[in-house]
């Protein structure tokens, strides 16, 4: 075993007695960003990049599972994202397709009870692609143990604007009057209704910013972003933000 293997084996293993008695955010997002960005580091096709960003999930899947982190929001495609060359929006989209199939029969889906369900502009999306989402959230619509949501053709301006659509249309309706308008009706219109605000948000590559995710769901959590790209995200750097988290006093405002 390389000297390096030997020494990240260790300080795993040193983060872990540091974080797994301490509190843990009950539910966590995460924007995976930097796919492109670690292929051409490594002079690999841009469709690569991807596919490892892909293939990464399914750990961090175990890692928030060993924590007992009770739900995740992954930022997997951006209403923006649209807007990026039809190859690439094609090589995602496939991607997202034998994702979400995958999850239907996987096993670690069905032992650990995760419940799977996809927000955002669902319309947007392929019939293919839609017809794999009712799936996975029909095969998993009883399992109450851990919760995956995965943002796909999401934007959090767009999400807002549709929970304001719906309101309207409930005044419209009369079902409701202007005065009941508060932040309680918003939020249970929009697409995370039922869902509790993440406490910890993580973006990798890099960036320092939320690029639209969960806008308004974002207002009190913490906020941790890393120099790593998607595709080479570890478990220690996982245990790190977990720890940086463990280590902030949260206020609400108070």
């Avoid at 492109?36 to 690999?44: N, P, T």
């Avoid at 997997?76 to 239907?104: C, H, Y």
């Avoid at 719906?166 to 009941?180: H, L």
């Avoid at 913490?222 to 790209?229: C, D, G, S, W």
Wanted: proline share 2%; with cysteine; hydrophobic share 40%.
């Amino acid at each position: 075993m390389k000297l390096a293997s030997i020494v990240y084996r260790l300080y795993e293993k040193v983060l872990w007695r540091q974080i797994k008695e301490g509190p843990k955010p009950q539910h966590i997002g995460v924007i995976l960003d930097g796919n492109r960005r670690f292929a051409r580091e490594k002079g690999l096709e841009v469709t690569k990049g991807h596919m490892f960003g892909a293939n990464k999930v399914e750990d961090l899947l175990q890692w928030c599972w060993k924590l007992n982190i009770k739900i995740i929001t992954l930022y997997a495609f951006s209403t923006e994202n649209f807007n990026r060359s039809s190859d690439e929006v094609d090589t995602l989209m496939t991607l997202l397709v034998e994702k979400i199939k995958k999850f239907q029969q996987e096993p670690a889906i069905e032992k650990n009870k995760v419940r799977i369900r996809v927000i955002g502009r669902l319309e947007y999306l392929s019939k293919e692609l839609n017809e794999e989402i009712a799936k996975a959230e029909e095969v998993t619509k009883d399992h109450d143990n851990f919760q995956l949501n995965i943002a796909i053709s999401y934007g959090g301006r767009a999400e807002i604007v549709d929970a304001v659509k719906k309101v309207v249309q409930q005044i419209e309706r009369k079902e409701i009057d202007i005065e009941d308008i508060d932040e309680d009706l918003l939020a249970k219109n929009l697409y995370t209704n039922g869902i509790p605000d993440p406490d910890l948000i993580i973006r990798t590559s890099g960036e320092e910013r939320l690029s639209g995710f969960l806008l308004w769901q974002s207002a009190y959590s913490e906020l941790y972003f890393t120099e790593v790209f998607w595709p080479a995200f570890r478990m220690i750097d996982f245990w790190r933000a977990i720890r940086i988290y463990q280590q902030r006093e949260r206020r609400y405002g108070k």
